[in-house]
């Protein structure tokens, strides 16, 4: 097939995501890729939505507060591996776009390498928010795709770091941004002072942390009467993140002495929508915070448990931002370091409508490449055969990339069986959700005594 240089022709774009943040982040980067900031659209573009079936996958509210991606949800449909390597072989995809946690991102790549494919698309992922742990897991398990978009300056530095350090191909790192950033920078105004404390489903993970920073975030909003005071949470019990969430603060909320002040809310949906109306932004390592420094927010990054790397606070050593609760209590706000700024990719300065330019160049040029090579992931069943096939074997697929027998056959749909199906698969993640939730913590603190 010839490239595609007709750029009154729509693009095809198939963005397979596998949690509502990554959805969010595979949506918004679709439409960077393919619209330029200030001369208009580069061409048209058709994106099709596809949720990768699993622990994480969105629900249908999940979706909605993630904010306007762009793509009707009505559009979205939820497949599996398997399902979406058929889809991509039927449809003949411009672009596909891989927002998904790193083993699934090195499956597709080993499963889209099998196909054969006579002419193949571009092949883009990246990482959704701040990359503070399994960096060079991550990074390996996403190396093979065309392009592996890194958030900052500073992250560019590290991506080609590690993988000119195993000896791999680095070329494919290209720096860009968070797709989400946007909104009005911040403005103080008259009698309004809102707090909100950005939630993270994992961070910090025991029952004590968690409940120590309710607790001082609920003194705060009794020390500030005048105050209006949130708790923005990523889910509803019984829902998942990119994270799995085992102590809702929602539930920690209900069991705290003294019951909640009239001023302190829990909130959720669209972060974008919350930023609006904050005027300080408190977090222990959130993406949230990046988001806020781009609108100019007061931004504060918690050292009540410490700096620590398990927290991923230690991402902001040198931001100016990292203080304490009884900081904030005596009204500190934290003043951000320009320089630490200027690596994060923030784009406070007004950078941020060219900061996709140079990766819209690297996916125009690879589309009008005649012939792309074939995808060369750096895991093969030659360098890593203790690793690999169980990667790949999670998701049905053997460690050539094929689908394992029974694992292709087509899905159902409509009709009595197939709804069935859909009422026993519903059930099964429900009874996941549970085990994970409510049965695996009482049998950790039961193995503590």
Do not use: C
Not at 140 to 166: I, K, T
């Amino acid at each position: 097939m010839p490239p595609r240089t007709d750029k009154t022709t729509a693009l095809r774009v198939a963005v397979l995501a596998d949690s509502d943040t990554r959805w969010k982040w595979g949506a918004l980067t679709a439409r960077r890729l393919t619209t330029g900031a200030s001369s208009g659209p580069v061409r048209r573009a058709d994106i099709s939505g596809l949720l990768l079936r699993g622990r994480a996958t969105p629900t249908p509210r999940q979706l909605a507060e993630v904010g306007d991606v762009g793509i009707d949800t009505d559009r979205v449909r939820e497949v599996t591996a398997v399902e979406f390597l058929h889809t991509v072989r039927d449809e003949g995809y411009d672009v596909v776009v891989l927002a998904l946690v790193g083993g699934a991102v090195q499956a597709m790549l080993h499963g889209l390498a099998a196909l054969r494919l006579p002419a193949r698309p571009v092949v883009v992922t990246g990482y959704v928010g701040v990359v503070y742990e399994k960096l060079a897991d991550g990074l390996l398990l996403r190396h093979g795709a065309d392009v592996v978009l890194a958030n900052s300056r500073h992250d560019a530095q590290r991506f080609r770091a590690v993988y000119e350090g195993v000896g791999a191909d680095a070329s494919a790192v290209t720096e860009a941004a968070l797709p989400f950033l946007g909104g009005e920078p911040h403005r103080p105004r008259e009698g309004r002072d809102t707090v909100v404390f950005a939630a993270q489903p994992s961070v910090p993970a025991s029952r004590a942390d968690r409940t120590y920073l309710l607790r001082r975030l609920v003194e705060h909003a009794r020390l500030h009467p005048d105050r209006e005071v949130l708790l923005k949470l990523r889910s509803k019990p019984g829902e998942h993140t990119t994270h799995i969430e085992e102590l809702p603060y929602q539930r920690l909320a209900e069991r705290l002495p003294g019951g909640l002040p009239p001023n302190f809310r829990l909130v959720y949906g669209h972060m974008g929508e919350v930023l609006d109306r904050t005027d300080l932004l408190v977090t222990v390592s959130s993406t949230a915070a990046l988001e806020s420094l781009h609108r100019r927010i007061p931004t504060a990054i918690l050292t009540d448990l410490g700096v620590r790397e398990t927290l991923g606070n230690h991402h902001f050593i040198g931001s100016g931002l990292l203080t304490s609760w009884d900081h904030l209590d005596g009204g500190h706000r934290p003043e951000p370091d320009g320089e630490w700024l200027a690596g994060q990719g923030v784009a406070a300065d007004g950078t941020y409508a060219t900061a996709y330019d140079h990766a819209r160049a690297r996916v125009d040029a690879l589309l009008t490449t005649a012939g792309l090579p074939d995808l060369a992931p750096y895991y093969t069943p030659a360098t890593a055969p203790g690793y690999l096939p169980g990667i790949l074997a999670r998701h049905h697929l053997a460690p050539d990339g094929h689908p394992l027998p029974g694992a292709a056959a087509p899905r159902e749909t409509g009709g009595v069986r197939g709804a069935v199906r859909d009422a026993v698969r519903e059930a099964a993640r429900g009874a996941y959700r549970q085990g994970v939730q409510r049965v695996a913590p009482v049998i950790r603190r039961m193995g503590e005594l």
